[in-house]
Nanobody, 125 residues
């Protein structure tokens, strides 16, 4: 089972940028599909973006297309989320998720068996 630790959250003004990182333990990171989810106060956790095991395929929810970019470095056991043109509605706790059984990431929370502790992203208007 891989263990995940997110970092890079913080407070930023609208229009600004942040880069989140998710560091994974274990030797089989390159076998995992990875995803970022987020949960805003009072709302359900939602899929944001995902990347397949090789990094060649990525998937974005419509609200972040053109603003967010996911990437991974399998040599460093790390997945990144570059967030540009941030909006107040992007404010949430962002979670990294992983699953070895998935060929490609899905939007379903229950498909993932490893989660990080979350990192807070706050975008002020």
């Amino acid at each position: 089972q891989v263990q995940l630790v997110e970092s890079g959250g913080g407070l930023v003004q609208a229009g600004g940028s942040l880069r989140l990182s998710c560091a994974a333990s274990g030797r089989t990171f390159s076998s995992y599909a990875m995803a970022w989810f987020r949960q805003a106060p009072g709302k359900e956790r939602e899929f944001v973006v995902g990347i397949n095991f090789s990094g060649r395929s990525t998937y974005y929810t419509d609200s972040v297309k053109g603003r967010f970019t996911i990437s991974r470095d399998n040599a460093k056991n790390t997945v990144y989320l570059q967030m540009n043109s941030l909006k107040p509605e992007d404010t949430a706790v962002y979670y990294c998720a992983a699953d070895r059984s998935l060929l490609s990431p899905t939007t379903r929370i229950n498909d993932y068996d490893a989660w990080g502790q979350g990192t807070q992203v706050t975008v002020s208007s």
